[in-house]
Nanobody, 123 residues
Framework: QVQLVESGGGLVQAGGSLRLSCAASESTFSTYPMGWFRQAPGKEREFVAAISWIGGYRYYADSVKGRFTVSRDNAKNTVYLQMNSLKPEDTAVYYC????????????????WGPGTQVTVSL
């Protein structure tokens, strides 16, 4: 099964930026849409952003639209999430997964997850 490893999280002040990366272990990565999801303490995991397999279409949750940008480098089997103007409510563990695009959102296509990367935004 494909392995997904997220990285790039950390502690940042409100208004700051972080760039997350997700590396996939197999070359078929490039043939699937990919998504970012996050889970805050005590909350359900939620959709953040998704990108089509060739990068032509991008989808965002309303809460991050205009602040986050999803991109991918299929040659490196990697998907990125550039996060700007971070807010304390963005604090969560961030995960990537293959995505099924349903309407204007992504849902996880794999029934397992990588370790995630913690993002903490302080006031």
């Amino acid at each position: 099964q494909v392995q997904l490893v997220e990285s790039g999280g950390g502690l940042v002040q409100a208004g700051g930026s972080l760039r997350l990366s997700c590396a996939a272990s197999e070359s078929t990565f490039s043939t699937y849409p990919m998504g970012w999801f996050r889970q805050a303490p005590g909350k359900e995991r939620e959709f953040v952003a998704a990108i089509s397999w060739i990068g032509g279409y991008r989808y965002y949750a309303d809460s991050v639209k205009g602040r986050f940008t999803v991109s991918r480098d299929n040659a490196k089997n990697t998907v990125y999430l550039q996060m700007n103007s971070l807010k304390p409510e963005d604090t969560a563990v961030y995960y990537c997964n293959r995505a099924l695009i349903v309407g204007v959102e992504g849902v996880p296509a794999l029934n397992y997850w990588g370790p995630g990367t913690q993002v903490t935004v302080s006031l």
